[in-house]
């Protein structure tokens, strides 16, 4: 059974940071590209970010470029998302996803956590 779970969420002020944790099971971790997308309140969900299964390819959307950093740790089957100077527009509930492959990709993932809500006050 696979699992994602994700951590670290919660409320923080505007310019604030957050450290969202995503510890994966029932798989083989090395061998997925890992992402974080997002969903806000009346809007579709979107691709964040994504880390290849070497931590050598990584992309973001152009909204959290040089604000956010996604990293992993492959011994501990865990994906970060490093959330720094936060607006109120990153407001969400975030999700953890897995794709089993080489390639870093923004859709077609496999398995999805069950999110968690990051707000942002000004």
């Known amino acids: 059974q696979v699992q994602l779970v994700e951590s670290g969420g919660g409320l923080a002020q505007a310019g604030g940071s957050l450290r969202l944790s995503c510890v994966a099971s029932g798989i083989t971790f090395s061998s997925y590209v890992m992402a974080w997308f997002r969903q806000a309140p009346g809007k579709e969900r979107e691709f964040v970010t994504t880390?290849?299964?070497?931590?050598?390819?990584?992309r973001y959307v152009d909204s959290v470029k040089g604000r956010f950093t996604i990293s992993r740790d492959n011994a501990k089957s865990t994906v970060f998302l490093q959330m720094n100077s936060l607006k109120p527009e990153d407001t969400a509930v975030y999700y953890c996803?897995?794709?089993?492959?080489?390639?870093?990709?923004?859709?077609?993932?496999?398995?999805w956590g069950q999110g968690i809500q990051v707000t942002v006050s000004s």
């Open positions: 996803a897995a794709a089993h492959g080489v390639q870093v990709v923004t859709e077609g993932y496999d398995y």
């Open positions: 880390i290849s299964r070497n931590s050598q390819s990584k």
